[in-house]
């Protein structure tokens, strides 16, 4: 017994030193990366009707905006996995902010909507590592507060997108959508400004036998948590995810440790294909399937609001649209305020009623707001009703990305690969 106390793993490190002040700024920094994901997502929201005014698209020119960033999202959350399972996550949240900072940038200046609709494709593949930032925060948590710590992450996005729409209604009337879509990268500009002081993940480092490295990160932390590590010697852990002994998640786990460190070795196509093997299979299905009903309710509703705010609707009514030249403005700026009490709702009943049965009411919820939007109705319950539809699917999807990441890391990041496609079509 007492030389098995002379060793211990990532996972028994992070419980030991706690979450404390060095896993606060992780977090800021992991933060910034979706803040900078809900500004260009909601970005669609206003340069979409303003470029069709402006160079007399048709509704499926208008369209295909949107389209190619999530065809974007669909090869770089692969690509950028891929990367960050071989050469580091350091190295995969690089490559993803330069591309979307780049990118962005150069959208800006585009000269005709072909390379406008090149140039946000390649912004989506960027945004496609977003995956890997809220993966390589979670690396630094202990098991018992990932949960919790997942929702945080949540209240960065829905700022971003809060964000977004001020910042539109202020640039927009003014100086026009290619200073909007320049603005918009400045997030992404400062998480490269501050890369230099991001730690790469231990749990990585272990898995690629670099013990001593990942053993200097974890001296790091519990200094500045003013912590200790435990007694004895760092050794390899198995487990890239949840730890199976001290999650706190409803679900038994799917691969043994063996099968685990098998899979960590592997190359990443061959870990791709291991989502459909006999045991793995039915969760993938089921995952993949509860991440695109989440998503497209998310992602229709914002874009349902732009759409019926612009004055262009092709359903004959526009309901939101006012007099005011600033409806849109006023109508999204409106609609992502519900983020905010979509969180706070997914924060009050998560671990009152569990991960899956919070996810089936709030989607319910959602439905029941968003039928009666079948029949014409004032303005007035219009906005209401997107208000508590856009509400209850933020905490359902925000509920399903922790509930994604507790079940199985693997499949929930190839979840936003197949989500990104599904999205596509």
């Given at each position: 017994?007492?030389?098995?106390?002379?060793?211990?793993?990532?996972?028994?490190?992070?419980?030991?030193?706690?979450?404390g002040?060095?896993?606060?700024l992780?977090?800021?920094?992991?933060?910034?990366?979706?803040?900078?994901?809900?500004?260009?997502?909601?970005?669609?929201?206003?340069?979409?009707?303003?470029?069709?005014?402006?160079w007399?698209?048709s509704?499926?020119?208008?369209?295909?905006?949107?389209?190619?960033?999530?065809?974007?999202?669909?090869?770089?959350?692969?690509?950028?996995?891929?990367?960050?399972?071989?050469?580091?996550?350091?190295?995969?949240?690089?490559?993803?902010?330069?591309?979307?900072?780049?990118a962005?940038?150069l959208?800006?200046?585009?000269?005709?909507?072909?390379?406008?609709?090149?140039?946000?494709?390649l912004?989506?593949?960027?945004?496609?590592?977003?995956?890997?930032?809220?993966?390589?925060?979670?690396?630094?948590?202990?098991a018992?507060?990932?949960?919790?710590r997942?929702?945080?992450?949540?209240?960065?996005w829905?700022?971003?997108?809060?964000?977004?729409?001020?910042?539109?209604w202020?640039v927009?009337?003014?100086?026009?959508?290619?200073?909007?879509?320049a603005?918009s990268?400045?997030?992404?500009?400062?998480l490269?400004?501050?890369?230099?002081?991001?730690?790469?993940?231990?749990?990585y480092?272990?898995?690629?036998?670099r013990?001593?490295?990942?053993?200097?990160?974890?001296?790091?932390?519990?200094?500045?948590?003013?912590?200790q590590?435990?007694?004895?010697?760092?050794?390899?852990?198995?487990?890239?995810?949840?730890?199976?002994?001290?999650?706190?998640s409803?679900?038994?786990?799917?691969?043994s440790?063996?099968?685990k460190m098998?899979?960590?070795?592997?190359s990443?196509?061959?870990?791709?294909?291991?989502?459909?093997?006999?045991?793995?299979?039915r969760?993938?299905?089921l995952?993949?399937?509860?991440?695109?009903?989440?998503?497209?309710s998310?992602?229709?509703?914002?874009?349902?609001?732009?759409?019926?705010?612009?004055?262009?609707?092709?359903?004959?009514?526009?309901?939101l649209?006012?007099?005011?030249?600033?409806?849109?403005?006023?109508?999204?700026?409106?609609?992502?305020?519900?983020?905010?009490?979509?969180i706070?709702?997914?924060?009050?009943?998560?671990?009152r009623i569990?991960?899956?049965?919070?996810?089936?009411v709030?989607?319910?919820?959602?439905?029941?707001?968003?039928?009666p939007?079948?029949?014409?109705?004032?303005?007035?319950?219009?906005?209401?009703f997107?208000f508590?539809?856009?509400?209850?699917?933020?905490?359902a999807?925000?509920?399903?990305?922790?509930?994604?990441?507790?079940?199985?890391?693997?499949?929930?990041?190839?979840?936003h690969?197949?989500?990104?496609k599904?999205?596509?079509g």
């Open positions: 017994m007492d030389g098995e106390n002379l060793v211990y793993t990532v996972d028994e490190a992070l419980a030991s030193v706690g979450f002040k060095f896993q606060r992780v977090l800021v920094y992991a933060g910034l990366a979706l803040f900078a994901d809900a500004m260009e997502v909601m970005i669609l929201s206003f340069v979409g009707p303003a470029v069709k005014s402006q007399d698209l509704s499926s020119q208008e369209s295909l905006l949107s389209t190619a960033v999530f065809g974007g999202r669909f090869i770089g959350s692969f690509f950028w996995g891929l990367v960050s399972d071989l050469h580091g996550r350091r190295m995969g949240f690089l490559g993803a902010t330069l591309l979307t900072c780049g962005g940038l959208s800006a200046f585009s000269p005709n909507y072909a390379s406008l609709v090149i140039l946000r494709c912004v989506g593949s960027g945004l496609g590592g977003g995956s890997v930032f809220s993966s390589w925060f979670l690396e630094f948590v202990p018992s507060h990932r949960g919790k997942m929702l945080l992450l949540s209240w960065f829905a700022f971003g997108s809060i964000f977004e729409a001020f910042l539109a202020l927009m009337p003014r100086l026009g959508w290619r200073w909007l879509l603005a990268c400045l997030p992404a500009f400062a490269l400004l501050f890369y230099s002081h991001v730690p790469e993940s231990p749990r480092l272990c898995m690629k036998g013990i001593n490295d990942a053993y200097n990160i974890l001296e790091k932390i519990a200094l500045l948590n003013q912590s590590l435990p007694p004895g010697e760092l050794v390899p852990d198995s487990t890239i995810g949840l730890d199976e002994e001290s999650a706190t409803e679900y038994t786990p799917l691969l440790t063996t099968e098998d899979l960590d070795f592997r990443g196509f061959q870990s791709f294909l291991m989502l459909f093997s006999s045991k793995l299979i969760t993938t299905l995952l993949w399937e509860l991440l695109f009903g989440n998503v497209f998310y992602y229709g509703i914002i874009l349902m609001t732009s759409e019926l705010s612009s004055g262009q609707s092709r359903c004959g009514s526009n309901l649209k006012s007099e005011n030249p600033e409806s849109l403005y006023i109508n999204v700026f409106i609609s992502n305020l519900a983020e905010l009490p979509g706070v709702l997914s924060a009050t009943i998560v671990d569990g991960r899956k049965l919070t996810v089936a709030t989607f319910i919820l959602a439905g029941i707001f968003l039928l939007l079948v029949y014409h109705q004032s303005a007035t319950l219009t906005m209401s997107l508590g539809a856009r509400m209850s699917t933020k905490a999807l925000s509920v399903a990305t922790i509930y994604g990441h507790e079940v199985s890391p693997i499949i929930l990041c190839s979840g690969f197949i989500r990104s599904m999205l596509t």
